[in-house]
């Protein structure tokens, strides 16, 4: 079967492994500029930043064995087993940043990055798919793996209905700063990562800790809360008010660079009770973290399920 799958994202790369390990033939078209999605890695200088995922759990056997396949690649490690106490966990993390583990799933795949899928229609029994570039292609399976909202728009324009608590489903926002320092003198502990430690952060995390930066680098992401109330403010007003909120943490520190990052699609609020969504034709499915759990496990998972049900 000729399969496309709109989104390079875990979900989706781990949907097309899965379809082209099955024999069919996978195309991914991904908007952005490389793959990976919400596995994002930033280099400034000599500094290295995960400014999307942090790190990742498993909870089930079957992620497990995609993971233990990633560490014997080289291409996943354990971080810690817990920020504070040791809670016997494993905390993981790609090896060179969490774009590590996207780039390997990418190996040997078809994937056509900085495509805008743009609109789709069903045409008889295929599937039409028009990219941003004006050209059609076809396909006997669709994947969409985009943030549900993007998702959604897709549907509508090929006049397809999605379930309403589908459609519900909202994604918190996440206000993102990296921050590249002059010393390692700040005050985030080891093993590198702070949990909700004040009214602002979620999450701070410390790069060069995690084994990702040769330079002293920070990324900051603050809380759904704090980032929804800020997220349409100028980006020179969240620049200055992130700076000021991590000032507290940086100690005798001094930042050499800073950025935001935002991510209108962070995690998603509330889950679909089914690992993927499939349509009446059972030709067309919807995966993503919304349905297997707001984390890279479920995304992976769903990637997994919306592969096993178009390739029945
Ligand atoms: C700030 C932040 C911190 C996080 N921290 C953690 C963490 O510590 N641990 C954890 O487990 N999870 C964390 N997550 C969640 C985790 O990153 C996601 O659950 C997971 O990466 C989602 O993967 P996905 O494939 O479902 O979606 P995505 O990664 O969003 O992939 C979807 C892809 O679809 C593409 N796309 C969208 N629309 C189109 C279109 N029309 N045409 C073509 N391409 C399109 C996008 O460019 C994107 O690459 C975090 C997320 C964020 C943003």
């Not at 800020?230 to 940086?250: C, G, K, N, R, V």
Request: hydrophobic residues 45%.
């Amino acid at each position: 079967m000729r399969i496309i799958i709109v989104g390079a994202g875990l979900s989706g790369l781990m949907a097309a492994q899965s379809c082209v390990q099955a024999g069919h033939d996978v195309i991914v078209f991904d908007k952005g500029r490389s793959v990976g999605g919400r596995l994002a890695t930033r280099r400034v200088g000599t500094a290295v930043l995960d400014h999307g995922a942090q790190f990742f759990t498993v909870r089930e056997a079957a992620f497990q064995s995609h993971v233990d396949a990633w560490i014997s690649a080289g291409v996943a490690r354990e971080w810690c087993r817990g920020f504070g106490a040791d809670d016997g966990h494993p905390r993981y993390v790609g090896a060179n940043g969490m774009t590590s583990i996207a780039k390997h799933l990418a190996i040997g795949l078809d994937i056509r990055c900085s495509s805008l899928v743009f609109s789709m229609s069903r045409v008889e029994s295929e599937w039409h798919i028009t990219t941003d570039d004006g050209v059609v292609h076809v396909a006997d399976r669709v994947i969409l793996t985009a943030p549900l909202p993007q998702s959604f728009s897709l549907m509508f324009s090929a006049g397809l209905e999605m379930p309403a608590d589908l459609r519900r489903i909202d994604y918190d926002r996440t206000l993102g700063l990296l921050v590249t320092l002059d010393s390692s003198q700040h005050q985030v502990p080891s093993p590198g990562g702070l949990q909700n430690p004040d009214e602002v952060f979620s999450f701070i995390g410390d790069n060069t800790a995690k084994g990702i930066s040769e330079s002293p680098a920070l990324t900051f992401h603050a809380n759904p809360a704090w980032s929804l109330q800020h997220f349409e403010d100028s980006t020179e007003d969240i620049h200055a008010l992130l700076l000021a909120a991590a000032q507290p943490w940086l100690g005798s520190a001094v930042i050499t660079e800073s950025q935001v990052k935002k991510w209108r699609f962070a995690t998603p609020q509330n889950l679909w009770p089914d690992a993927c969504w499939v349509d009446e034709t059972n030709t067309l499915v919807i995966a993503g973290d919304a349905f297997a759990g707001p984390r890279m496990e479920g995304a992976a998972l769903s990637g997994l399920a919306a592969a096993s049900a178009v390739c029945h």
